[in-house]
């Protein structure tokens, strides 16, 4: 199985895809989606469509029975090309793209996904089904979650827009309730220091789930004032964990729901990840340009230049330069294992990119000169 996150030029290459095919629309339910998820078998898809292609014959409409069994055969002869199922499975989209009334015209797309297909579907409709596409699209590195009180702990992972509970922690402090005789201070200094016993088990829990996670980008903590900030404070917390600590949150609840109010709390803060990393790509980009101005060039035909001569670390390409331009670059830069990022337009720091560098600028790893 390959890496399940994608980079910038797979992100955008899926972008393009979804966009093109939700553009199309049938007159009849004469566009045909096949998905086969990873690990599924080519042959008996196969098998299945042209049972299907059988079945369609009975389609009452002449127009709408022509393009389904044309759109099924033209799977068939696409899916003969395939040995076995692709590492991360096949999304195929065909069907009249036609706009005519009664004209056909049979395209097909046959797309190998950068992270693994989950679902297995045949579908014939006026449009085709990219909701499992579009979910590949959401945020690919994972978020560790925690809400807690004095008396419950619960561990989680946000993963793309999925929660899951990872570990369930109780402490066993009481509530509030009489001492039953013992004096108020020793009840509170035999609650205090089972919290303390508590708030050290949730940090080594923290750290045995977290701790070692490439690609965990954040963690993101909830729970009633002042729980957290306790937890917090008192050092308990490993420095790498609480230095990857985004987002603290009032959440009154410490269960699973707890981590659901979570993330919904912190949708701001995650979002600000993204445009975090891309202000810091182009910030380096704009330092090194400063200060060492024999690292970093800009310009199409100076980085041309570059990645003809392989000196191109990192490639920076502004969304919005034309579609064979970038794809020109990103040739270039794969055949030297130069990484490549896409710099969106929505932002101040990539639009002041765009209109110094005319949409394209690099990193290098040696000097041209």
């Given at each position: 199985m390959v890496d399940p996150?994608?980079?910038?030029k797979q992100k955008q290459e899926l972008e393009e895809l979804i966009n093109l095919l939700q553009s199309i629309k049938?007159?009849?339910?004469?566009?045909v989606t096949v998905l086969i998820p990873a690990g599924a078998s080519i042959h008996n898809v196969s098998s299945q469509l042209a049972t299907e292609a059988g079945t369609a014959e009975n389609i009452k409409s002449k127009a709408t029975r022509t393009a389904v069994v044309s759109?099924?055969?033209?799977?068939i002869r696409k899916l003969k090309e395939f040995k076995q199922t692709p590492p991360n499975g096949l999304a195929i989209y065909c069907g009249n793209v036609s706009e005519k009334e009664?004209?056909?015209?049979?395209?097909?797309w046959a797309y190998e996904p950068p992270k693994p297909l989950r679902v297995r579907l045949y579908r014939?409709?006026?449009?085709?089904?990219?909701?499992?596409?579009?979910?590949m699209l959401e945020v690919s590195e994972v978020y560790g979650l925690l809400v807690m009180d004095r008396r419950?702990?619960?561990i989680g992972l946000l993963e793309g827009k999925q929660i899951k509970v990872l570990k369930t922690l109780t402490s066993g402090v009481p509530g509030k309730i009489k001492a039953g005789g013992q004096s108020s201070q020793r009840f509170e200094r035999i609650t205090e220091g089972l919290a303390k016993e508590f708030f050290r088990r949730v940090a080594e829990a923290m750290k045995e789930t977290f701790f070692d996670m490439p690609k965990l980008k954040g963690i993101l903590i909830g729970g009633p004032i002042p729980t957290k900030e306790e937890f917090l404070e008192q050092g308990e917390l490993v420095t790498k964990l609480k230095?990857?600590?985004i987002a603290v949150k009032d959440i009154g609840y410490t269960d699973e729901h707890g981590l659901k109010l979570l993330v919904e709390a912190s949708q701001e803060d995650l979002e600000q990840q993204e445009f975090i990393q891309e202000k810091e790509i182009i910030q380096k980009f704009f330092e090194m340009l400063g200060k060492y101005k024999n690292k970093a060039v800009y310009g199409l035909e100076k980085v041309r230049l570059a990645l003809e001569r392989g000196a191109v670390d990192t490639l920076l390409i502004s969304k919005d330069l034309p579609k064979e331009q970038q794809e020109e670059l990103e040739k270039s830069a794969e055949r030297i294992g130069s990484k490549v990022f896409i710099v969106s337009k929505d932002t101040q720091h990539g639009e002041q990119f765009a209109n110094l560098t005319k949409g394209v600028g690099a990193m290098l790893r040696f000097a041209l000169e």
């Open positions: 996150l994608m980079n910038q049938g007159s009849h339910t004469e566009l759109a099924l055969e033209t799977i009664g004209v056909q015209d049979i395209k097909i014939c409709d006026k449009v085709f089904v990219l909701d499992p596409l579009k979910e419950e702990a619960t230095e990857k600590v």
